[in-house]
């Protein structure tokens, strides 16, 4: 027998031993209930969570069980990252297929599956190149140092004098690079020194980003086509459009963080669908995966991308195997059943449904777009939003609180409206029937 038959005779002797339940366990004994696991969770993990008390073992579509066996409509969607669902078969198959065949390599060598996923981004986005990541907020870095070199190496910016521009309000995630963007004491307080080179301007606002982008070292400007961690905030109509236009008038790189708000979420394939408007960069994260696995992703044309050359930026998981093949089964998915429309057309319902049958003394509006939303509620009717929050739960529903004053909700996009409406209705009546 070979070295390599031995090998694998053993792996599967020893597969069937641990399947058999013959090889000891890693982890000592198993919770028995939701208490005993969020006790033991909180005993060993670091505190920079505070999750809703329940704990799931089990996806299906739009839905989840905890340990106990209730059933809970998921309107969280892991962040935004579930828009194909929990567990979709193809994307499942798509991953266990590659898992059996190859599943990384580093980009020290070449693999047969990422020119693959990156031929059908730059087709799907009409970009020319594309960077490929781990999580959002990677793309994220990523962008600020391509468009720092651009700035130094196309726009002849002084040497470590280049500004990023970035709108009051976002969330991009917490890295050092990242917190040094927010607005959010939150996450920026007790982290310093923070990353120079960054400026802040109110969202939604094309003068003030005017008066920043006429500085002849501004580099950038990031931002959200909807604000998804602030509360689903919606610029007003022609913003896009405007910081277009700005961004080309002043040869400002506009980085646009999809990472969110992209790939169907919003009711359209990117939120800038909205106003027909093309970015310099474009951000993918969260659902590229259908929410199996980390993959980002970076998009632009060769005049911006082609400053990275070989050892100025990489990851040792970005593009692997595994992670081309999820992507692509991912947004097959997204394509091939329509979920971009659903999520137009289901969000079309459920803001309409909520605003007409919401008590008004408790909500002050609804807000979002497609299957991003968040209902903004009056602090005097509801003074507790992790209170109504854990009824939501009690109720069926997961949900998830914005800061004091505001719930936000993002479903599966395969949800149907019969799903829907059911969801609608446990709302509305948690919120009109909730007592301070």
């Given at each position: 027998m070979s070295g390599l038959q031995n090998r694998s005779s053993q792996l599967l002797k020893y597969t069937r031993l641990f399947n058999n339940g013959s090889i000891s366990r890693l982890t000592s004994n198993t919770a028995k209930s939701s208490s005993e696991v969020i006790q033991r969770e909180k005993k060993v993990s670091a505190n920079n969570y505070d999750p809703s008390p329940v704990v799931i073992t089990r996806g299906e579509g739009i839905f989840m069980w905890d340990v106990e066996g209730k059933k809970y409509y998921d309107f969280v969607g892991g962040f935004a990252t579930l828009n194909q669902g929990h567990c979709h078969p193809k994307i499942i198959k798509a991953m266990t297929d590659q898992l059996n065949k190859l599943h990384h390599t580093s980009r020290a060598i070449f693999h047969d599956s990422l020119y693959e996923l990156n031929e059908f981004l730059t087709k799907q986005f009409s970009y020319e190149k594309v960077l490929n990541m781990n999580t959002g907020v990677e793309g994220g870095e990523s962008s600020v140092k391509i468009a720092r070199k651009w700035g130094y190496r196309v726009k002849k910016i002084p040497q470590n004098q280049a500004q990023v521009v970035f709108a009051h309000g976002n969330f991009w995630g917490r890295t050092i690079a990242a917190i040094s963007a927010s607005t959010d004491p939150t996450s920026?307080?007790?982290?310093?020194?923070?990353?120079?080179?960054?400026?802040?301007?109110?969202?939604?606002?094309?003068?003030?980003?005017?008066?920043?982008?006429?500085?002849?070292?501004?580099?950038?400007?990031?931002?959200?086509?909807?604000?998804?961690?602030?509360?689903?905030?919606?610029?007003?109509?022609g913003y896009l459009k405007g910081v277009r236009e700005l961004c080309t008038k002043y040869n400002?790189?506009?980085?646009?963080?999809?990472?969110?708000?992209?790939?169907?979420?919003?009711?359209?394939?990117?939120?800038?669908d909205y106003e027909n408007v093309k970015p310099d960069l474009l951000i993918l994260g969260k659902a590229l995966s259908g929410g199996v696995y980390p993959i980002s992703a970076v998009l632009g044309n060769s005049e911006v991308m082609d400053v990275l050359t070989p050892g100025t930026h990489g990851s040792t998981y970005g593009g692997n195997a595994l992670a081309c093949k999820i992507a692509l089964a991912s947004l097959d998915v997204i394509i091939s059943e329509g979920l971009v429309e659903n999520s137009f057309k289901m969000g079309e319902i459920f803001r309409s449904e909520l605003t007409a049958r919401l008590n008004k003394d408790k909500v002050i509006k609804v807000r979002g777009r497609g299957l991003l939303n968040a209902i903004v509620l009056n602090t005097e009717g509801v003074s507790n939003v992790y209170k109504l929050n854990n009824e939501l739960k009690s109720n069926g529903m997961i949900s998830k609180p914005i800061g004091a004053g505001a719930l936000r909700f993002s479903p599966p996009l395969i949800i149907t409206e019969a799903q829907l409406r059911e969801g609608i209705d446990i709302i509305v009546n948690t919120i009109n029937d909730f007592k301070n």
């Open positions: 920026f307080d007790e982290f310093g020194p923070h990353v120079p080179g960054y400026q802040i301007v109110p969202y939604d606002d094309l003068g003030k980003l005017e008066q920043a982008l006429r500085n002849p070292n501004v580099c950038a400007f990031m931002v959200e086509p909807l604000q998804g961690e602030a509360g689903a905030v919606v610029p007003t109509l400002v790189l506009w980085i646009d963080d999809e990472v969110q708000a992209g790939l169907g979420r919003t009711g359209k394939m990117l939120a800038v």
